[in-house]
């Protein structure tokens, strides 16, 4: 039996075994007289399962607690729906993960429960942009996936499969990240990639390469999710000393000021060869995908509830 449509359904996904947001989000919701019901994600294959099911039980507005990963997996369930169910659905996001960049672009902050409630309680909808790739897998079979903030190939996506390793040996987030940084000194900096973007052609050795519909953490400032494009952001090979500059550039938000960064704007980006690099989807590791594979934009496809 179909809920009321006023009721919320909350799908929360915990940073850790001992989080306490919980009871902070309920708190606020319950103080504001919210409807909703609220059910606890165990895994990142539970967050898929748990968003159908909310589907399916008829929500009409599902807000997803968590970071950039678990909104990746809330979207790409809400595509597999018909379009008529999709477009009498509302997304919203109150932040609490590990990434939380597309929640900061909309100036969600963690922190700040109440006022994100009271800001969802509004109910102001922007149809948002997704990007999307298609690729083949390593067994060969065709494949997509969603993303609202970026997709990366390469370092960056080399970075999140050392820190993932990392993590499983040492449990500790601060560990892994200091090891993951530590690891990639010793690591593979540049990849053969021959890459179509508009008229132009980069056939040459590529450090990292960032197709954003969002901000991108910072290496696609510009990108808006609801312009219709993607902005790409190149990096060719630079030495160690330009790296730590990058780095820097990227905290202070002037990334785009390096030299070695060399910025698009497009509605696809083809790459026909990316020889050994990775590829990460929304902050999540998406593995090689085998030849040559497609990155495009699908305007206006969510229904997102947005701030003042």
Not at 6 to 14: A, K, M, N, S
Not at 178 to 188: G, I, Q, Y
């Amino acid at each position: 039996m179909a809920v009321e449509e006023t009721r919320w359904g909350i799908l929360y996904c915990p940073k850790s075994r001992r989080s306490k947001q919980r009871d902070k989000i309920r708190h606020a919701l319950d103080e504001r007289g919210v409807q909703y019901d609220l059910v606890q994600s165990e895994s990142t294959d539970s967050v898929e399962r748990l968003m159908r099911m909310l589907i399916n039980n008829g929500y009409k507005t599902i807000i997803i607690v968590g970071g950039d990963s678990a909104m990746n997996d809330a979207v790409n369930c809400l595509m597999e729906q018909e379009q008529q169910v999709r477009d009498g659905i509302l997304l919203g996001v109150i932040p609490n993960g590990v990434l939380n960049d597309f929640a900061r672009y909309w100036n969600f902050r963690e922190g700040n429960v109440g006022q994100t409630v009271d800001w969802l309680l509004k109910r102001r909808v922007r149809k948002i942009d997704l990007g999307c790739i298609r690729y083949a897998d390593k067994n060969g079979a065709q494949c997509h996936r969603y993303f609202l903030n970026c997709v990366n190939v390469g370092m960056i996506a080399d970075v999140m499969n050392i820190r993932r390793q990392a993590r499983s040996l040492l449990g500790s987030r601060t560990l892994s990240f200091v090891a993951s940084c530590f690891l990639m000194l010793f690591h593979r900096m540049e990849y053969k990639m021959r890459i179509k973007i508009n008229s132009d052609v980069v056939d040459r050795k590529v450090m990292t390469m960032c197709i954003g519909s969002g901000p991108g953490y910072g290496q696609t400032p510009n990108a808006s999710p609801y312009s219709g494009l993607l902005d790409v952001s190149v990096v060719y090979n630079t030495g160690i000393l330009q790296v730590f500059a990058g780095l820097w550039l990227l905290v202070s938000g002037r990334f785009l000021n390096h030299r070695s960064v060399h910025p698009f704007r497009t509605r696809e980006v083809l790459v026909e060869d990316s020889r050994h690099a990775l590829a990460g989807v929304d902050g999540r590791l998406l593995g090689q995908p085998s030849g040559s594979y497609r990155i495009s934009i699908l305007p206006e496809v969510i229904n997102f509830l947005i701030p003042d």
